[in-house]
């Protein structure tokens, strides 16, 4: 079975810094790898996916991830924080042909000016 | 576009009554939709899978009898509480796929249940 460890439950930023938030993946097969942020009181809005292909994967509110497969991580980046960008963000695993996610625990990311 | 709608966005029950959340896909067919449980501050487990016109397939440790599901369209599955009691609290989140293998999943904006 496949699972996902999401290192830091909460990441403090400052507004205008960079940020990376850390994901690490465990599966015998190939997978498909998601991150997903949630706001408060809300359901989850796909940031970005990688299926195959290009391993830097560029997504929505300029974030961006890249697949690294010897060290089976998928780690998410910005390299300029907002304020908007406060949420919980989910990383999650699929196994190839299928559609059932497995979810890390989540990251906090708390942007403050 | 791909836009999953819930309903409803929260609710609250006496103990022992039953709750029926609705999933809806606007503006795509889906083929499979999924039902999630999240706990405040925690990730989100997976409840059960529904596949248009058969049986939902529980996760272990899911009650097949106390959270009912149906998928009846290609558009709309619910999930029913039955008998809820205080430890049924939780945030809901439905998501739907367009089809079997590679495709993404569409979340819903979630229910939040409160059971007094």
């Known amino acids: 079975a496949q699972s996902v460890t999401q290192l830091d439950s909460q990441v403090p930023v400052f507004e205008e810094a960079p940020v990376e938030l850390r994901c690490n993946y465990s599966?015998?097969?190939?997978?498909?790898l998601f991150w997903y942020v949630q706001y408060p009181n809300q359901g989850l809005q796909l940031l970005l996916k990688?299926?195959?292909?290009?391993?830097l994967v560029k997504g929505i509110n300029g974030f961006e991830a890249e697949f690294n497969k010897s060290q089976t991580s998928f780690h998410l980046r910005k390299p300029s924080v907002h304020i908007s960008d406060t949420a919980e963000y989910f990383c999650?695993?699929?196994?190839?042909?299928?559609?059932?996610?497995?979810f890390g625990k989540g990251t906090m990311l708390l942007v403050s000016p | 576009g791909a836009v999953v709608s819930q309903h409803p966005s929260r609710v609250i029950c006496k103990s022992g009554t039953s709750v029926k959340i609705e999933c809806r896909s606007l503006?795509?067919?889906?083929?499979?939709m999924f039902w999630y449980r999240q706990f405040p501050k925690q990730s989100l487990m997976l409840m059960a899978t529904?596949?248009?016109?058969?049986?939902?397939?529980?996760e272990q440790g899911v009650e097949k009898d106390k959270f009912l599901i149906n998928h009846a369209s290609l558009t709309l599955s619910t999930l029913t509480v039955t008998s809820a009691h205080p430890e049924d609290s939780s945030f809901y989140i439905c998501?739907?796929?367009?089809?079997?293998?590679?495709?993404?999943?569409?979340f819903g904006p979630g229910t939040r249940l409160t059971v007094l």
């Open positions: 998501s739907a796929g367009k089809g079997t293998g590679t495709d993404t999943q569409y």
């Open positions: 599966s015998s097969v190939s997978v498909y």
């Open positions: 990688y299926l195959s292909g290009s391993t």
């Open positions: 503006d795509f067919q889906a083929t499979t």
């Open positions: 999650a695993v699929s196994l190839t042909g299928y559609s059932t996610l497995t």
């Open positions: 529904s596949n248009e016109g058969s049986k939902a397939t529980y």
